[in-house]
């Protein structure tokens, strides 16, 4: 297929298949960064129900750059992933103190945001400026070997990417790659396209995993009064909470890994939500 003929095809569907969100009614970066931060590895369903109430109480960088992690957490509860929202607070604190609370456009000096990778990046870029540079995620990437690679194995996204660029539709790219989304998320669905790329990792189940059992904890913590639990009942909560899943894990490396994060502290025998502003 050629890519003036690919573009319209996708174009065309698009006009009678594009899916309303939230976020893709804004070119606020700040709005559309949040967004981004939610979508990583957690499904959309999940994203539109705590989207607009995480920007009611945090409707500006300013706003969350001054919030407790303790009313954080507290607000991203349910998304999982917990150390996405730490990176978000850090990134929005570097625009605050570094750029005046205005957003850098260029790709280059996005990246240097805490937690901002290639990908969050460049779609910040797209979404908020119109950068016109081509990007790959899941479903972009199964658009791409559906229409370019049929029945071939082991494709990197370095072979994608070429192809991408000249695709990109010059006049709107943030509504070309909104596109790429929807095709990819609803006609190839399920196909298992992905599995043609170099790069494909089944996601692994969250029930009994070690995210599971960390979210777990901070979701104790998160229901106690000023989010403190004393340490011993807090362990044994983790403990017990293995057990039934008979995991092999324990509740020692579970907390110790959410110190580390800088989600919860311990203090003398009490667990607490990490409440720090600064």
Request: aromatic content about 12%; proline content about 4%; glycine content about 4%.
């Given at each position: ?23 893709r ?41 001054n ?34 609370g ?34 790959i995620?899941?479903n ?39 596109a790429?989304?929807d ?56 403990e ?39």
């Amino acid at each position: 297929m050629t890519i003036p003929a690919f573009r319209k095809t996708i174009l065309q569907w698009y006009a009678s298949h594009r899916r309303n969100m939230p976020w893709r009614n804004t070119k606020n970066p700040y709005e559309i960064l949040v967004s981004e931060i939610m979508l990583q590895q957690t499904q959309v369903s999940r994203v539109l129900i705590k989207y607009e109430e995480f920007l009611r109480a945090f409707p500006t960088t300013k706003v969350l750059a001054n919030a407790s992690d303790a009313e954080l957490l507290k607000v991203w509860s349910g998304l999982g992933y917990w150390r996405r929202a730490k990176y978000l607070k850090e990134t929005v604190k570097t625009v605050e103190n570094a750029f005046g609370g205005i957003f850098p456009q260029d790709i280059q000096t996005l990246e240097t945001l805490p937690g901002i990778g290639p990908y969050t990046s460049h779609a910040l870029a797209c979404f908020a400026f119109q950068n016109p540079d081509a990007f790959i995620d899941t479903n972009i990437r199964r658009v791409y070997l559906h229409f370019f690679f049929p029945d071939q194995k082991n494709i990197s996204d370095k072979e994608i990417l070429p192809i991408a660029q000249k695709a990109v539709w010059l006049e709107n790219p943030r509504e070309w790659h909104y596109a790429l989304f929807d095709y990819g998320a609803t006609e190839l669905k399920n196909k298992g396209i992905n599995k043609q790329s170099r790069h494909y990792h089944k996601q692994s189940k969250f029930k009994g995993s070690f995210r599971s059992f960390r979210t777990n904890a901070i979701r104790y913590l998160l229901k106690q009064k000023q989010q403190k639990g004393k340490a011993d009942v807090l362990e044994a909560f983790v403990e017990t909470d293995l057990r039934k899943q008979e995991a092999v894990f324990n509740a020692e490396e579970i907390l110790a890994s959410l110190i580390k994060d800088g989600l919860i502290v311990k203090h003398k025998n009490l667990y607490q939500i990490q409440s720090r502003k600064e």
